[in-house]
């Protein structure tokens, strides 16, 4: 039977934008997620997110009761948001995971989340973070065609793989008209909704370290990587901290060596699990 990892995407990407990295992944691996994190109206985007890891802590009690016999442990793994979600889940269900892999999900801790706090009071965090923009992002094309052209001209989404655009105005989008139209799937004042509401008490959550085994894979050109750094994580991972050529979105611009990133993890926190219990 194959080992189970539940993957949670990043804000504004469905998880179905991935597709090349699952498949990457699915000899050793069953995926399961969540399309649209925060979509459900049971689910409401919340300050420091609660209802959204309750969302996944759902998703994975319903493939729970579906499994015969005990259910398995599995694995979380999360871009940016999912990789917060993922590790917030493990903070609340640890018997249910087995552990967690971060896709450039720095922890926020010590003065700056008292910072991040402060700007999320003030409303400065919208001029320091992608929330302003989505506010007005567009979210209609005429086409495919069109979509692929509008995106293909922006320089972060220029260095995508081709399949990961794809399967994102393919799949991650929806068809607006019977004339081919295509519409954003992940509604527009959501993904703003999330960014207003990072968690600032995550890193406090974690002062005496977390649950489970968590690995990291930070990528070179993160700007996100840069404002937070890297201290709470690293005291987090420990030595499995590994690093990716790219933007804070190299999932989509190397899915296939993030993939492999991500299963040298897996296989390391898995070696580890089995010498803690011999």
């Known amino acids: 039977m194959k080992e189970i990892i539940h993957f949670s995407h990043a804000n504004g990407f469905p998880a179905s934008t991935y597709r090349t ?3 990457e992944l699915a000899d050793d691996y069953e995926i399961r997620s969540i399309e649209c994190i925060g979509h459900d109206p ?8 609660p209802y959204l890891v309750d969302q996944l802590i759902d998703d994975m009690n319903r493939h ?3 499994s015969d016999g005990d259910p398995p442990k599995v694995w979380l793994v999360g871009h940016s948001l999912g990789g917060y979600l993922s590790l917030m889940a493990a903070l609340k269900r640890p018997q249910w995971v087995k552990g967690v892999v971060m896709l450039d999900s720095p922890v926020i801790a010590g003065w700056k989340s008292g910072l991040l706090r402060v700007t999320q009071w003030t409303g400065l965090d919208e001029r320091l973070s992608p ?3 989505t506010r007005t992002r567009r979210t209609h094309w005429a086409s495919r065609d069109e979509a692929w052209r509008h995106f293909r001209a922006k320089p972060a989404f220029a ?3 081709e399949r990961m655009l794809s399967d994102y105005i393919g799949l991650g989008m929806r068809e607006a008209n019977p004339g081919g139209g295509r519409t954003l799937a992940f509604d527009r004042h959501v993904e703003y909704l999330i ?8 890193g406090a959550r974690l ?3 977390a649950p489970v ?3 990291f894979v930070a990528g070179t050109r993160s700007r996100e990587v840069r404002q937070v750094g890297l201290g709470m994580t690293r005291r987090i991972v420990g030595e499995r901290l590994e690093w990716m050529e790219g933007s804070h979105l190299f999932p989509m611009e190397r899915p296939i060596d993030t993939a492999r990133a991500v299963q040298r993890l897996l296989t390391s926190m898995q070696a580890s699990i089995q010498a803690s219990s011999a």
């Open 131 to 133: 929330a302003a923009a």
């Open 64 to 66: 729970r009761e579906l």
């Open 42 to 49: 049971r689910f409401p985007v919340t300050r420091d997110w």
């Open 213 to 215: 085994p968590v690995g």
């Open 159 to 161: 260095r995508w793989d």
């Open 207 to 209: 002062a005496h370290g």
């Open 195 to 202: 960014y207003r509401t990072l968690p600032h008490t995550l």
């Open 21 to 23: 990295m699952f498949a």
